[in-house]
């Protein structure tokens, strides 16, 4: 075996699809069953792909929040902002700061 081989059985795969165009139809905060059995507030994407078989896109908010205002928000009784190193904080990262989609615009 060689040592490419041997770094090779090391990686991971999300096992997710990737790379694919999404169009959100809607966007609101909310909880699944199918997650965390429905413990964890989630920002969930409805919504269509031309490439993949996904009709929504879950981020999880992290422990302690929870939703409100019938899913326009989210909130948590220590904290006023996302932690940058959760999933939903990059997310947020990523499209403010990398992308410049100026998201106070959308509310």
Known sequence: MTTKDVRSTWETDAGLPDDFDFWITSSKFGYRN????????LLIWEGESPDADVTSIIWPCGSGWEVVEQGRKVQHPKRVRFVATSIIGKLINRVVKELGVDMAARG
């Open 34 to 41: 199918e997650y965390m059995s429905g413990e964890v507030a």
